[in-house]
């Protein structure tokens, strides 16, 4: 699997970006995504994810009502939308990707669980 991440950029605190992962090599309805972010010196921490069919939906406390993600299959690409963004989300996003269903108790959050992994794409917040 190929995961190819855009849209990063620089925005000031209160603006919106969106961020896309484009994904190749697999059935895209067969993968559970999400996005996750990281800073230096600090290990990546779980934003947002999605099951297969978008139905299922898993977002990290600190971006509770400002992000959403989504997934178009069809397009085999998965969406981060973010508003009202804040300094301290400043950070490499990345998307994940991994194969099967969400846990019984919602999509995976831990790193360890995806097997594929974009390259990452820069989103700076300024103050």
């Known amino acids: 699997v190929q995961l190819q991440a855009s849209g990063g950029g620089l925005v000031q605190a209160g603006g919106s970006l969106r961020l896309s992962c484009a994904a190749s090599?697999?059935?895209?309805?067969?993968?559970?995504m999400g996005w996750f972010r990281q800073t230096p010196g600090k290990e990546r921490e779980f934003v947002a994810a999605?099951?297969?069919?978008?139905?299922?939906?898993n977002y990290a406390d600190s971006v509770k009502g400002r992000f959403t993600i989504s997934r178009d299959n069809a397009k085999n690409t998965v969406y981060l939308q973010m508003t009202s963004l804040k300094p301290e989300d400043t950070g490499v996003y990345y998307c994940g990707a991994r194969v099967g269903y969400c846990s019984q108790y919602g999509c995976y959050a831990g790193p360890d669980n995806y097997a594929y992994w974009g390259q990452g794409t820069q989103v700076t917040v300024s103050s």
């Open positions: 090599g697999r059935t895209f309805s067969h993968l559970m």
């Open positions: 999605i099951s297969l069919n978008g139905a299922t939906t």
